[in-house]
């Protein structure tokens, strides 16, 4: 662990970590939200000593307000961080995530167009066929299934394949490599990282040769400032999509048929009124948030009574602010017709998530196709799911039963 | 009731026009359209809602 920084007063020193603290290893039939939720309890704003990835200290912000304010403020909370390319011992920037204002708007504007309302609309039987046929393999081999494994991932990962233009028979690889990537060790990882590089580069020269109606070629054709995008930008566009994507929407799926799982009314109700699936899925996304965003001081300001100097990394978890009882009525239950939800799973600021219209789509697709076709579920007797916190919050070992 | 519209907040989440698409006209990048809104009498409910929904606090309600 690093030592805490001499400019951090003693007394703002928190005991928490999204990496270390309680509930946040893998823990069997946890509640990482809550776990990390618990930081309401405490200051507006403390330092953590290993809250990265990489076993770096943060500031943690901790109510959803502050943290609006923190992620609005592009010129004081910069995102530049290149935490892909530094698994390598590379800086070049995911774009458009680790690109600043002004400059992220030029990416930014280019690449909306991709993932617009409009253009997810046009994706969306694509999306429902897809699950459709996941689930009805399912169902024709058993009564009981392992969600994540067999569903949720397969389901993401389809979807980013489709995007990218390419076929199924990859899928396999995929997960491996994301798995590898997001819950590696430190050899698995950058392992990963360099293959992910090496593929996102192969396929930018392909389409480059063969052009295609797909997400590469666009990027590969596109232009800024009156010039094609060169190879390290098209390389950082292509990671991002790869990263952002697929564990995300997976565990999101995965923590709310858990919950539909656990809650059998609820089930019973969205299952009864898949109208309410729409507004309801809002809300398991501010329940179970998966991520916190992190951003580097650009200079010395005070927060909140923080002294935060220039250079110090400061995060915004999701899934704290989501639970903050001055922005949400009793946060820590879930109202599956929560209105005025204005959650931030899918973060604030110019960085909001770029595919939340697409991810928001495929996990409501995935519970309207999943309530549809599988009868009434439960969590299967003797199976115990694992969740956990980190750098993306996720479950594993979801077996559903339906016999 | 009147909403005002905050353009240079607006990040595009598009949780308002979620909750009211004839209300709040969004781009074809899903930007709210600039421009205070006139809510129609009867629309009030909904217009609220939308503009509650909205994550980065860009759609201010004055009655």
Same mark, same amino acid.
């Given at each position: ?403 | ?52 929904? !909205?994550?980065? !606090? ?6």
């Amino acid at each position: 662990m690093r030592p805490i920084p001499a400019h951090v007063p003693p007394e703002m020193v928190g005991d928490f970590s999204l990496f270390t603290s309680p509930g946040m290893a893998p823990t069997p039939n946890g509640d990482p939200q809550a776990s990390a939720a618990a930081a309401l309890e405490g200051p507006r704003i403390f330092y953590s000593q290993m809250n990265t990835r990489d076993g770096r200290g943060t500031w943690v912000v901790t109510r959803a307000d502050d943290q609006r304010r923190v992620l609005q403020d592009p010129e004081t909370f910069s995102s530049h961080r290149s935490i892909f390319a530094s698994a390598l011992g590379e800086s070049w920037p995911m774009i458009p995530l680790e690109i600043d204002p002004p400059r992220h708007a030029l990416y930014r504007s280019m690449l909306n167009p991709l993932l617009s309302p409009k253009r997810v609309m046009a994706m969306e039987e694509a999306v429902r066929e897809r699950a459709a046929v996941l689930i009805d393999k399912i169902l024709a081999s058993g009564t009981s299934c392992d969600v994540m494994d067999d569903f949720a991932f397969p389901f993401a990962v389809n979807i980013f394949l489709r995007f990218l233009g390419l076929s199924d028979d990859r899928l396999e690889e995929f997960v491996g490599w994301a798995n590898n990537l997001l819950h590696g060790d430190d050899e698995q990882r950058p392992r990963a990282a360099r293959t992910i590089v090496e593929f996102i580069r192969s396929l930018a020269e392909e389409r480059r040769r063969n052009p295609v109606d797909d997400f590469m070629t666009f990027v590969v054709q596109a232009e800024i400032e009156g010039r094609p995008l060169d190879d390290q930008e098209v390389l950082g566009i292509g990671v991002l999509l790869f990263v952002a994507g697929l564990d995300t929407v997976a565990a999101a799926i995965g923590f709310d048929l858990r919950y539909l799982a656990e809650h059998r009314q609820d089930q019973e109700l969205l299952r009864r009124e898949p109208a309410q699936i729409v507004l309801a899925k809002e809300e398991m996304l501010r329940a179970f948030s998966t991520v916190q965003m992190i951003r580097v001081a650009t200079r010395d300001v005070d927060f909140e009574g923080a002294p935060i100097k220039k250079g110090d990394y400061v995060s915004c978890a999701s899934m704290i602010a989501n639970r903050d009882p001055d922005e949400f009525e009793n946060p820590d239950r879930l109202d599956l017709g929560r209105i005025g939800n204005r959650h931030t799973a899918f973060a604030t600021g110019p960085h909001r998530c770029i595919g939340s219209h697409l991810a928001r789509r495929e996990i409501e697709v995935a519970l309207e196709e999943w309530l549809a076709r599988v009868p009434p579920f439960r969590i299967k007797e003797g199976t115990t799911p694992i969740t956990y916190g980190g750098h993306v919050f996720g479950i594993e070992g979801l077996v559903l039963d339906w016999s | 009731m009147k909403i005002k519209v905050h353009n240079d907040i607006c990040q595009g989440h598009a949780r308002c026009a979620a909750t009211a698409p004839d209300i709040f006209q969004l781009d074809d990048d899903g930007y709210i359209l600039p421009g205070d809104i006139e809510v129609k009498p009867g629309d009030e409910d909904r217009a609220s809602v939308g503009a509650m929904s !909205c994550p980065e !606090c860009a759609l201010e309600i004055e009655e």
